[in-house]
């Protein structure tokens, strides 16, 4: 199993309608074949300044592979987070 995380901030101001609107097509991404346990999150430690997060898992490389050339998946990097992302950090795990 593959957790993948990544946490972010964006452009838009907090609570803008630019910021819900992103949040609301992100969700296209737990459409994906493969994606599970898909959750958008809010940041809330004093320990770091990122806001926002996503969190999913696969259940294997194949499936995180397939994931990051899926159609769907390319198109909002392209489109939306390489746009709206102001700065972001990712995180893939596996079980120890």
Same mark, same amino acid.
Not at 8 to 33: C, T, W, Y
């Given at each position: 199993?593959?957790?993948?995380?990544?946490?972010?901030?964006?452009?838009?101001?907090?609570?803008?309608?630019?910021?819900?609107?992103?949040?609301?097509?992100?969700? !296209?991404?737990? =459409?994906? *074949?493969?994606?599970?346990?898909? =959750?958008?999150?809010?940041?809330?430690?004093?320990?770091? @300044?990122?806001?926002?997060?996503?969190?999913?898992?696969?259940? @294997?490389? @194949?499936?995180?592979?397939?994931?990051?050339?899926?159609?769907?998946?390319?198109?909002? !990097?392209?489109?939306?987070?390489?746009? =709206?992302? =102001?700065?972001?950090?990712?995180?893939?795990?596996? *079980?120890?």
């Amino acid at each position: 199993m593959i957790r993948h995380t990544v946490v972010f901030n964006l452009k838009h101001a907090h609570g803008s309608l630019q910021e819900k609107a992103f949040l609301r097509d992100a969700m !296209v991404l737990k =459409e994906i *074949p493969g994606v599970k346990k898909f =959750e958008q999150l809010r940041q809330v430690s004093k320990k770091n @300044d990122y806001e926002f997060g996503f969190s999913m898992e696969f259940a @294997d490389q @194949d499936a995180y592979d397939a994931y990051n050339e899926h159609p769907k998946h390319v198109k909002f !990097v392209k489109e939306r987070w390489e746009r =709206e992302v =102001e700065r972001f950090l990712e995180i893939d795990y596996v *079980p120890v």
